[in-house]
């Protein structure tokens, strides 16, 4: 079965600064899907990843997949307090999605 | 397009009574619909997948007899919560799909079990 792992579970960014979130999975996955969720509120898509080495940017977020290694990450660049939410990875077939344990991202001005 | 509501998106019930929480596909026909449940803090973990006119496929440690589903038609799903208990209380997420690469979450009910 499917298992999805973030990393880190909590990040403090300063505005400004790069950092990136790590999403690992068990087995292979057909795609893998990146989400953001502000506080009380349901899911943003944000990527869909569908092959091996997929790189999609949109602003100043940018997320890749490497298959092989069963790894995707979600670059942040220059961070502003926009970003702070919670990000989630998702893997698996679109008819059934698992979830990563979320990166609640804090950015500090 | 692509659209997904929720009603209601905040309900507080007595602990013991029923909620009915509704999923509509607004501008496409749904083949499939998701349920989720978020507890504070935490993932979505997949509660249930339900088809258009058949049985909902319930995920293991979900109870299928507590948890009722409905999918009378293509734009619509629902969710009762039967004998609500306060550790029932959590965000509840529906998602749809209609064979495109991503599902499509509502905004999400908020049930609070008193």
């Known amino acids: 079965e499917l298992k999805v792992e973030q990393n880190p579970l909590f990040l403090s960014m300063q505005e400004g600064k790069n950092y990136t979130i790590y999403c690992n999975y068990s087995?292979?996955?057909?795609?893998l899907y990146w989400y953001r969720q502000d506080p009380g509120k349901s899911l943003e898509s944000l990527f869909v990843?569908?092959?091996?080495?997929a790189v999609k940017q949109e602003g100043r977020l940018m997320a890749s997949l490497d298959t092989k290694a069963r790894l995707s990450t979600l670059h942040i660049t220059a961070a502003v307090h926009d970003l702070s939410a919670t990000y989630f990875c998702?893997?698996?077939?679109?008819?059934?999605?698992?979830f990563g344990t979320g990166t609640l991202l804090a950015v500090q001005p | 397009g692509a659209v997904v509501s929720q009603h209601p998106s905040w309900v507080i019930c007595k602990s013991g009574t029923s909620v009915k929480i509704e999923c509509r596909s607004l501008d496409f026909q749904a083949t499939t619909m998701f349920w989720y449940r978020q507890f504070p803090k935490q993932s979505l973990m997949l509660m249930a997948t339900s088809n258009e006119g058949s049985k909902a496929t319930y995920e293991q440690g979900v109870e299928k007899d507590k948890f009722l589903i409905n999918h009378a038609s293509l734009t619509l799903s629902t969710l009762t919560v039967t004998s609500a208990h306060p550790e029932d209380s959590s965000f509840y997420i529906c998602s749809a799909y209609y064979g495109a690469d991503t599902q499509y979450f509502g905004p999400g009910t908020r049930l609070t079990v008193l």
């Open positions: 998702a893997g698996g077939a679109t008819n059934k999605l698992i």
């Open positions: 087995t292979t996955s057909d795609r």
């Open positions: 990843l569908l092959s091996n080495g």
